[in-house]
Nanobody, 121 residues
């Protein structure tokens, strides 16, 4: 039962841009909050950005003003547009989803497989 499928990672130079996509099963996407986490080796996964079905968003301070999270209901897809990337943004990015009534204040209920983002200096 594949729930979340990510795409869009890769290698980019500092200052460049990438857009990550996460397509969710309809049951997950319509009612729930969605988000993106980043993980680097030896560390826990940290929230990068989140969005609820009503459009309210949350960003980690380090990405505020550079990253934009959005969702397309017709495609059951959430995006993370990443601009002005720097080496500190490097990591594996995981798409996350929550059951109804839950957001990033709780542990995620659903996870994608992760996509690598590498920013070279």
């Amino acid at each position: 039962q594949v729930q979340l499928v990510e795409s869009g990672g890769g290698l980019v130079q500092a200052g460049g841009s990438l857009r990550l996509s996460c397509t969710a099963s309809d049951r997950i996407f319509r009612l729930n909050a969605m988000g993106w986490y980043r993980q680097v080796p030896g560390n826990q996964r940290d929230l990068v950005a989140g969005i609820v079905s009503g459009g309210i968003t949350k960003y980690a301070p380090a990405v505020e003003g550079r990253f934009t999270i959005s969702r397309d209901g017709a495609k059951n897809t959430v995006y993370l547009q990443m601009n002005s990337l720097n080496p500190a943004d490097t990591g594996v990015y995981f798409c996350a989803g929550w059951r109804p009534g839950r957001t990033w204040a709780w542990a995620a209920d659903y996870w994608g497989q992760g996509t690598q983002v590498t920013v070279s200096s």
